[in-house]
């Protein structure tokens, strides 16, 4: 039960100077992991009831949301530049938001193919 207090199940760095300080206390995980965490556990359920079934579009949708956290955090590592706090939450955000429609358009998607096989 611990690993899920304190989220040591993610490969994150968790370096301090790119996690969240409250207090003294250092957050678990990093920005970038806290807002792909973050838009998982906003997205699933507004997804769940917003995205009717899988398609083409809904697919590169989830790629494109994905692509800014890709682009921050190759161009840094490459040291093109520096990232800052902000921007790692914000495209932690949109990658957990495309990653969740991927999960909610499978899952979907593999119920459907479930109940056309047991008919």
């Keep these: 039960m611990k690993e899920w207090y304190t989220l040591s199940f993610m490969p994150c760095h968790r370096i301090p100077e790119r996690s969240l300080i409250v ?3 250092q957050f678990p995980v990093c920005f970038r992991c806290m ?16 995205v009717p079934s899988l398609s083409f579009i809904t697919l590169v949708m989830a790629g494109v949301l994905t692509f800014p956290l890709l682009a921050d955090g190759f ?3 490459w040291g093109w530049r520096k990232s800052t706090n902000i ?3 914000l495209t932690g955000l949109l990658c957990g938001t495309g990653l969740s429609i991927g999960i909610v358009l499978f899952s979907k998607w593999g119920v459907d193919m479930i109940m056309t096989i047991t008919r």
């Design 23 to 25: 207090k003294g206390k």
């Design 35 to 50: 807002g792909i965490l973050m838009g998982i556990h906003l997205g699933v359920p507004i997804i769940w009831l917003v």
């Design 75 to 77: 161009t840094q590592k």
């Design 87 to 89: 921007l790692r939450l």
